[in-house]
C-alpha cells in the first residue's frame, strides 16, 4: 500500500521554504563563528560557551549579526586589523567577563 504525499498549505510550504535557507545560512556561517569562539578561549582562557557569550555581546552592542563579528575576530588572524567599533565592543565584553569571574584562586586578577 503506497502512502499518499502530505499536501501542504501555501502558507506552512512558505514557512518550510523560510526555515530551509535559515538553515542553510547558519550551516554556512557555522565555521567562521567556530574558528572566532576558538581564537578568543585560546586568547582569553574561556569556556566554548564565554567565548559564545563574548560574540553575542559584541553583536548585540554593536548591532550586527554575530557571523560578522566572528568574521572581524578571524580576519586578525591574517594581520587585518578588527575595525574600532568592534574591537572597542569587544574590549568591553571582555572586562565585564573578567569582572564577572573575578579574581584568580591566588586573588591576582585573572587573565
Not at 569571574?101 to 591566588?106: C, I, Q, T, V
Request: glycine fraction near 6%; include cysteine; hydrophobic fraction near 45%.
Amino acid at each position: 500500500m503506497e502512502t499518499e504525499p502530505e499536501v501542504f498549505s501555501q502558507d506552512e510550504a512558505v514557512r518550510l521554504l523560510r526555515e530551509i535557507e535559515q538553515l542553510k545560512r547558519a550551516m554556512e556561517s557555522r565555521p567562521v563563528i567556530d574558528m572566532a569562539r576558538g581564537m578568543l578561549m585560546a586568547g582569553f582562557a574561556c569556556t566554548p560557551d564565554e567565548a559564545w557569550n563574548l560574540l553575542v555581546a559584541v553583536s548585540q552592542h554593536a548591532n550586527i549579526k554575530v557571523r560578522l563579528v566572528a568574521q572581524a575576530v578571524t580576519s586578525t588572524a591574517a594581520g587585518e586589523p578588527m575595525p574600532a567599533d568592534l574591537q572597542r565592543h569587544l574590549t568591553e565584553a571582555v572586562r565585564a567577563w573578567l569582572a564577572r569571574r573575578g579574581p584568580g584562586p591566588d586573588g591576582s586578577p585573572r587573565r
